[in-house]
């Protein structure tokens, strides 16, 4: 593996600095000595030795007194570390267990911080709610979503010894850069390119993939990450069908005295429980380059991605509320996921309204038998029938069978091949068609009625996973293309 050419500018670890600290609400401020543990895919979390806030209450006899631990919130805590970099930290909890160290009723830390994130960089944010205006993000496989290379051709030597002029060269494909925009925001796909000599016996050039975002007007630092980092994880996980990392995630806060500054020069580094801080290099580890369904140099516009992704989360789709790559992924109880798989089909077929139409005919109907039958029932028996006669004119059968043969390629086949599907079709005489058996076994399974092999869940799980994703790439606005392949079994 390639070093990257993505630098972390502060690496993970334990980092001494001094806290700027308030008892809210009060204003006044001053400093106490502390530390901070910045790491991998976690939340950062510090420690306070000195002075914090404590609240005390008076005793009868006049005295005062506090009890231990207390905690108290803030929006944001600006720190200094040894090295001379700034830290914020945002959404921090101070647990306060001493006011103050020098008593030496505790060992260590007198108070403790636990915080949402950290923000590390040179400067100070100018407000409380950090507002941002650009953000880098690197996220794995990102290099197979751009699908395209950041080299356009080599040429060297075949007999260095002998030739006049004796050459390695590589061509940087300008295109790689792809760049999209609007009113208020321009996306890019770019790659970070590091070239070096090591002891005059080795030369190397890499190149790591990034997302740029650049907006015309600053959001929170919280809003940015909901509103663009993690509708970009989203979207390239469920391009490739996997849980992929968040590798590295830099952002530009606006900074006191420091508007002018281009973002470029205002990178702060993010530490939160999502960022692995393993920022790779583009290589060849992959059998072929065609892990993601999406492949952006065909012509699929990011930014107009990513907004569809935000307007489906405003508006609650149910394909968004359900399907998440964390509960949905291949790593997941098979059962579980299972059942979400078809909640997340059935939620979408209700909320598009597709069997709308039976509705009107169905209750005329229904209301019909009633009237029919009111005269000719004993009280009790008409109240049972009213009761279970079907209030709705279809089941689970029919919202799966428009979900799935909707999609540009028909899955019916292949689930009707499933060990699941045949071996209950076999069992069971009241069920005959897939869609009649995938609702057997999700009542059996949702009521807790029934068991089946996890392998047999697995298989299944699969190829609706692939539906569910055909239906968020149709909803994206994504090719048609991109939705072919991201329906297709991977073998294809």
Known sequence: MPESALELKTTPGNYRCTWLLSKPADEECWYSEGDIDLRASRQPYGGVYGRAPINFTRTPGGGISYGAPQYFRYPVVHGQLLNGRNVALVDPVLRVMDADR????????????????????????RTSDILVDSGVVQISHLDTFAAKGPIEETRYSRNPFE?????????????????????????AVEYQISAAVHGG???????SPTIRIELSEPIPFKEFFTSWVLPLHGLVSASTGRNEDITYWSCSPLLEGGDNEPPARRQFAIFNRWITQQPYASDNSLRDKHLSAIRLAEGDSLLHLLRRWQTLEAEQNPILNTYDIHSLGPDQAPRARFLLLLQALEGLCGHEDRLGGRWASHVERRQRILDD???HLSGSDFRF?????GKTPYSLDHALEAMLT???VDLEPELAQTELVKRIIDDEDSVTTTFAALRYARNKLSHGTGAFEPLALHAVAQILGRAVRG????LLDASPEAQERVIRPADH
């Open 163 to 187: 030739d006049e002029d004796p050459r390695f060269e590589v061509k940087f494909q300008q295109a790689s850069y792809q760049v999209w925009s609007d009113d208020a925001a321009e996306v």
């Open 406 to 408: 909707s999609l540009p």
């Open 471 to 474: 239906h968020l790439f149709r």
């Open 385 to 389: 029938l009213k009761q279970w006669l």
């Open 201 to 207: 016996y080795h030369f190397g050039v890499t190149f």
């Open 102 to 125: 020098s008593s030496g009723m505790f060992p260590g830390p007198n108070a403790h911080f636990d915080a949402w994130a950290a923000l590390v960089g040179r400067g100070i944010p």
């Open 373 to 375: 039958c009111r005269g």
